[in-house]
DNA sequence: GCCGAGAATGAACCCACGTTCATTCTCGGC
DNA sequence: GCCGAGAATGAACGTGGGTTCATTCTCGGC
């Protein structure tokens, strides 16, 4: 009578899988939890029961609710990361404006811009304020993408015939960035990826000309 | 040997104040505990602690926590939207130019970057995705405020040489101020109110090169 | 001066949630 | 096939925190 089913619906075996895969698993439960009812209010059993696993597992892969808490922080900053520097360390662009471009595309494609993605950012962002932890991995992570970024804009700055003040073009970047986010976050009605996509290009455009053809 | 003090520091009587002094005490000694310990971990013993007063009168005044975090976002957006008011709808600036530095002025003013201020700004965002309350309150806080940006910037739009995409230029530069505004959060030590002034001002002169005089 | 309305207090209550741990189960090595 | 390591479970525990409410206090009207 024992039915035999890929993921085990309704099997009562026990399943046993190897430290990380667990992780992973919370840590993706964790964000679903997070976008549907808030950082403030998930709670252990909330994540567990959307992970599909018991009680008791999160305390033995994280020890503290808070302990998953950062690691799903971390999880998120680093995955940004790394798709950033996959684009502006590549080696295999014909020309900076076309790595411009395919900057832009990574950063209002679906896989970033995705509701449950930019939901736990910002939520994280939200308590940085009041928790060090965060608040250093968040600023890590933003150093990090605005050093690759400033790289870029520098390249494309002295393509350009007037001189281009790169450390405020670049801030002015990010921030343009962040708000879009933002507002394609909590207004998703009034602003498209596509919207945005248009007013990161025309900020673009205005400060490097050149880049127009 | 009863020390008579205008607070009554450490006076045992008991003072009576009308509900909107006391509301307003609790939603500022909110905002402190927010800016403080985060929206998700502040308690009603803190809150009421902090304002100096008895644990059971936010339920007096407020019925219930919800209540007091919701009136708080509704005061801080508030503040802001009649701030920006006050300079959008004033009749009495010489030209659209001064009209738009006062603007510029205001957002980076002392009173609106306050970093207890921001804290709770960013706070409630972050929780915004999943109460659909603060999601409206921010939802049209925000509304409010970029219709008559977008009204300002039509009026300088007229002015320029060529055509200005009205609506993309208004987009962008909300989102620019709110990435400013998030960087001046988190990165303080980095990113300071002139500087993001003085980014901002490069964005508009990018967009309407006639208010460069 | 007295009284009633309602502002203010804080001890007590209760529940939700993080954490613990005794027990059960799985798997690889021998 | 047996055994030990350790992965997984979920009932139970303790506590922190929101809410209640009986009581006390203040003030304005008469």
Redesign the interface.
């Known amino acids: 009578m024992q039915t035999k089913t890929i993921d085990s619906v309704a099997g009562k075996k026990r399943v046993i899988l190897p430290r990380a895969v667990r992780r992973q698993q919370l840590i993706l439960a964790t964000m679903r939890c ?8 998930v709670t252990m059993a909330q994540v567990t029961k959307e992970a599909g696993l018991s009680r008791g597992i999160a305390n033995l892969h994280f020890e503290r609710k808070e302990n998953l808490l950062i690691e799903t922080l971390r999880f998120v900053t680093d995955e940004y990361n790394r798709g950033q520097a996959d684009i502006l360390n590549a080696a295999n662009f014909s020309s900076a404006s076309e790595q411009l471009a395919a900057l832009v595309q990574f950063q209002f494609s679906r896989s970033v811009t995705e ?1 449950t993605k930019m ?1 736990v950012w ?10 060090p932890t965060y ?1 250093k991995i ?2 890590d992570s ?2 990090r993408a605005a050093r690759s970024v400033r790289a870029l804009f520098t390249q494309l700055g002295a393509m350009q015939q007037a001189a281009v ?1 790169v450390g ?2 670049t ?2 970047y ?7 986010w ?2 394609l ?3 998703p009605k ?2 498209t990826r596509a ?2 996509k ?2 990161a290009w ?2 673009l455009e ?2 490097f000309p050149s880049i127009k053809a």
Chains 1, 2 share one sequence.
């Open positions: 997070i976008s549907k009812v808030g950082l403030s209010s509701a939901a910002f939520a994280f962002y939200g308590e940085a304020t009041s928790r608040q968040c600023a933003d150093a003040n405020a073009v801030d002015g990010i921030a343009l960035i962040d708000g879009l933002l507002n976050l909590l207004a009034k602003m919207k945005a248009r007013v025309t900020f205005g400060v």
